[in-house]
């Protein structure tokens, strides 16, 4: 990986500077991912701001035209996201400066990332390779929807004043401890698990995000538990705009989204760099659900 590039870079009629995202106004940021249509408010870029590193690319008078972020999991994990060039200078080389001074401070971890189609030769050409697709499932719950309870039987409120057994479930499904994660989540998350003799083996957690709610991490060791913790997280949902991004392919987890609104509306592919990712096999705890887009 490129130990050294150029503090500013010139992009068409621009001479940008590279400059550490926590330094920026949230409201540029903001400015800069709805030009490409994501759903952030402030508040998530504050949230990711909260948890990772970035760099941003800015003219002189403080406008942002790229951005990219880092967010560390233990000592030898990190996830990259939030990687974007403003429409109007894309192609000209500012998402792969961004990228490389990104990839520099990463150093030796392994990575992972959700790639949109736009991104997917850039990672590739930095040495990614590809793991599997992320169905982004999103929708409208509909008004008055209701949950078999057959569905949910098991399922249990979980209380987020500690969160050790929930970190200690979600490091053994993604492969890295991720406690400030969970942490910062269980600020503003309602969650639940399901137990069995005693301890927990499933998961999930519903928070504030974009347009709506997003619901992830999701870990279980089924398909049919991770189907019975979405069902409960969305008891008394609708009319709520509710997203789930998932690995997951047809089965009963996706089947259920549908009948709750949540249809497929885009793809990305999960690309890692340094390391596979974990598999998701049944009767072990799996990634069901990602914790966000940027955050896997
Ligand atoms: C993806 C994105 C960040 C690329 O930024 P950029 O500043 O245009 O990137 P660069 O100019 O450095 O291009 C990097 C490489 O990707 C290629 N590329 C850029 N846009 C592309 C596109 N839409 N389709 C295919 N390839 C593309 C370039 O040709 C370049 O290859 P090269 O260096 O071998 O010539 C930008 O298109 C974007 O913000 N898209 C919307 C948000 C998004 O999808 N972000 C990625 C999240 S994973």
Redesign the pocket.
Same mark, same amino acid.
């Given at each position: 990986m490129p130990q050294t590039t150029p503090r500013t870079i010139r992009l068409d009629a621009y001479e940008l500077a590279g400059q550490d995202i926590a330094t920026v106004d949230v409201g540029r940021l903001h400015e800069l991912s709805v030009g $490409?249509r994501w759903p952030h408010r402030p508040a998530d870029w504050d949230v990711l701001r909260a948890l990772g590193h970035g760099i941003v690319a800015l003219d002189e008078i403080g406008r942002v035209f =790229?951005s990219g972020m880092w967010f560390p999991h233990g000592e030898s994990c990190a996830t990259i996201g939030m $990687?974007? @060039?403003s429409p109007r *200078?894309? @192609?000209? %080389? %500012? %998402? !792969?400066?961004i990228m490389e001074r990104i990839l520099a401070e990463c150093g030796t971890r392994r990575l992972l *990332?959700? =790639? @949109? !189609? #736009? #991104?997917y030769? *850039?990672y590739v =050409?930095l040495g990614f390779e590809p793991q599997g697709t992320v169905y982004q499932c999103q929708g409208f719950v509909p008004e008055g929807f209701e949950v078999d309870p057959s569905l949910t039987r098991g399922v249990e409120p979980l209380p987020l004043g500690d969160i050790y057994e929930i970190a200690a479930l979600d490091a053994a499904a993604f492969g890295a401890p991720r406690p400030e994660l969970l942490t910062l989540f269980a600020q503003t998350a309602e969650a639940c698990g399901i137990r069995r003799d005693g301890q927990l083996v499933g998961f999930a957690m519903r928070r504030p995000f974009g347009r709506g709610h997003v619901i992830g991490p999701l870990v279980a060791t089924s398909d049919e538990d991770a189907r019975a913790l979405v069902a409960e997280l969305l008891k008394g949902m609708g009319g709520a705009f509710v997203r789930l991004d998932t690995r997951q392919p047809a089965g009963p987890l996706r089947e259920f989204l549908s009948k709750a609104g949540l249809v497929q509306f885009d793809t990305v592919r999960t690309l890692t760099h340094g390391g596979a990712l974990p598999p998701v096999t049944s009767g072990s705890p799996g990634t069901y659900g990602l914790a966000g887009h940027a955050l896997s």
């Open positions: $490409v =790229s $990687v974007i @060039t *200078l894309q @192609t000209h %080389g %500012g %998402g !792969r400066w *990332l959700n =790639s @949109t !189609r #736009a #991104a030769p *850039l =050409s």
